[in-house]
């Protein structure tokens, strides 16, 4: 069997020609199912009497061919009737649309019927019945349907189709031979789309004479039979009888196609490569459901496929790539089962993958270029913008501000999203802490405006401890930037040191004394570890202005705790003595202010102010 995958992947590369790829197969492993003695070519026939005996429902009265003159008659006929006779005309141009298969327009005018006469009631029941039975769907009671009556001719072909949508075995088995010559009495695009159903009905209940039979009526459509519909109906044919190497090439042959059978070869191709399990097997089935992922949506069979591909995937060791598959499970079926299931599996994923980056497990790189795959698929996931706050906290925790902010960012760009398709994931705290992580961010790096204008877009929280948090980020952003006058209009209940710091010196830059040395003697007694020489000097210059010989003092007492720069210690110890009077003006009394301004100078380019 591996080597017939491996001719198989060979084949699926263009490496080798289909003839090649079926001689891949272990020789050993099958016979060759013997060629169907054809004595003579399959037909659908008209039937033999020229006496239609379905007054009911008659799909071949209006011939197909003459399509688009049955309806305009019968649109002409429309407007020259009323009553009876106009809403027959009506039942007369549904029948016309099921003739062609075309189910929708049928229905619509089906539905239009809101009352009906005793005498068009087993009319309207028969042609509402053929248009569930033609779309798939089974009818309530079946045995009461006109469609079952004794007399009609394909009796057997609509009780099939009842069976097939039902699942009824019994009625299935009863009716699938006889079911299948029913379709001489149906119009050929009938035929067209209900043929492939009842063949494949033959080939699962293990009819084999009769789905040969079928397959070879197959040939009538030669759009059906070279299509992917044949070479899928072959390859589960062969399938069946365990001729696993010509199931492959038929299989193969369909899925590159981009209807529902192509998509079904693939998923069938890919449950072989499974229950194969070796390395060729599951890269050859890895290609075919990529390579087609795209080309059928929207029912449960994109599920199926979807989900293949994720078993396909893990089994390959793609990690992120079945990371990326289950998410877009969740993305696109959301509510479903198969979401739910998908949501198990990534979960523990996703754990995973952003712990591992968080500790260091992996590579800065690496794990951010994982983490931009991720995003698209998980956008709507509900626990994805926690995951792309810790990217963001791990960033900024590493320097990293600009790319902290950006993804603090994307995390409020999804919490928005949330909250706008799905309000009940709304989490307006979470919104409020991450806006204010990306005002840290941008602040660290420098970037004050940007975190000036977000700052000033948040509305002034209800909530104190929050409104106080805001205020203390304002506070710190004013004073980075120089603007002294908001920073003193920022109220902040409890100060951190960096908001007195900041107070402290726009109050020194507008000369009010007293209010600095207000604010760095609250810094001191309040925050003595971030008191600092710089702090200490400016404070110092304070007191000197405002002739506050207690806080001198007091700063020259500690200030070798702050600093062991000679510089420093000789410019505090030059506001220790008082200047020499003014008057009388001596030359001595002026040389000694020189000579204390020059020292102060020298001091003041000792300190490296």
Do not use: C
Not at 220 to 234: I, N, Q, V
């Amino acid at each position: 069997m591996k080597a017939l995958w491996r001719g198989f992947l060979l084949g699926l590369m263009g490496s080798v020609s289909g003839m090649a790829l079926h001689a891949a197969s272990a020789p050993k492993e099958e016979a060759p199912a013997p060629a169907p003695k054809i004595e003579k070519k399959e037909e659908i026939l008209s039937p033999r009497t020229g006496v239609q005996t379905l007054f009911d429902l008659d799909l071949r009265r209006w011939p197909e061919e003459r399509f688009y003159e049955n309806l305009t008659a019968q649109i002409d006929a429309l407007s020259k009737t009323h009553g009876v006779e106009g809403k027959s005309v009506l039942m007369d141009i549904a029948e016309i649309y099921m003739g062609q298969m075309m189910i929708y327009e049928a229905g619509d005018v089906l539905a239009s019927f809101e009352g009906i006469e005793p005498e068009l009631e087993t009319r309207l029941m028969a042609l509402r019945h053929a248009h569930s039975l033609l779309d798939g769907y089974s009818v309530e009671d079946f045995a009461s349907s006109p469609l079952a009556a004794n007399t009609r001719v394909d009796r057997a072909f609509w009780a099939a189709l009842q069976a097939i949508a039902s699942g009824d075995p019994v009625l299935l088995s009863e009716n699938l031979e006889p079911g299948l010559l029913g379709l001489m009495h149906q119009t050929r695009p009938v035929a067209h789309t209900i043929l492939p159903v009842l063949t494949e009905a033959m080939i699962e209940v293990g009819a084999e004479v009769h789905a040969q039979q079928a397959l070879r009526l197959l040939n009538e459509f030669p759009d059906l039979a070279d299509g992917p519909a044949g070479y899928f109906l072959r390859g589960r044919a062969h399938q069946m009888r365990r001729n696993q190497s010509s199931a492959l090439a038929a299989y193969f042959e369909a899925s590159k196609g981009w209807d529902r059978y192509a998509a079904r070869a693939r998923l069938a191709l890919s449950e072989m490569a499974l229950q194969d399990g070796g390395r060729g097997a599951l890269l050859a089935a890895r290609d075919v459901l990529e390579h087609g992922k795209d080309a059928w949506k929207g029912d449960f069979l994109e599920i199926q496929l979807m989900q293949t591909l994720a078993e396909v995937l893990v089994k390959n060791e793609a990690d992120v790539e079945a990371l990326k598959t289950y998410g877009t499970i969740m993305l696109r079926f959301p509510g479903t089962p198969a979401a739910e299931d998908a949501e198990i599996h990534a979960s523990e994923e996703l754990e995973i993958v952003y712990g591992a980056g968080e500790k260091g497990e992996i590579p800065l790189a690496h794990w951010l270029s994982v983490h931009y795959q991720l995003v698209p698929s998980f956008r709507y996931y509900e626990a994805f913008p926690d995951y792309v706050e810790r990217v963001g906290d791990h960033l900024f925790e590493s320097g990293g501000t600009s790319m902290a902010a950006t993804e603090y960012q994307r995390a409020l760009d999804l919490l928005r999203d949330q909250r706008i398709n799905y309000p009940d994931q709304a989490d307006l705290e979470q919104e409020f802490a991450v806006r204010l992580k990306k005002v840290n961010a941008l602040e660290a790096g420098g970037q004050l405006e940007e975190a000036r204008a977000l700052l000033a877009s948040l509305e002034i929280p209800a909530d104190q401890k929050k409104r106080e948090t805001v205020n203390k980020m304002r506070a710190s952003v004013y004073a980075k930037l120089g603007d002294n006058e908001a920073l003193l209009r920022t109220h902040v209940q409890t100060p951190t040191p960096g908001n007195l710091r900041g107070l402290a010196q726009a109050l020194w830059a507008k000369k009010d004394w007293p209010g600095a040395i207000t604010f760095y003697e609250r810094l001191w007694d309040e925050y003595p570890g971030f008191f600092d020489a710089d702090d200490a000097t400016y404070l110092l210059i304070a007191a000197h202005r405002s002739e506050r010989r207690d806080v001198t003092e007091r700063l020259l007492a500690v200030f070798p705790n702050l600093t062991q720069s000679e510089g420093w210690m000789n410019l505090a110890k030059s506001f220790e003595s008082d200047p020499p009077p003014v008057f009388p003006l001596t030359r001595g009394a002026a040389d000694s202010r020189i000579d204390r301004l020059q020292r102060s100078l020298e001091n003041l380019g000792q300190s490296d102010i």
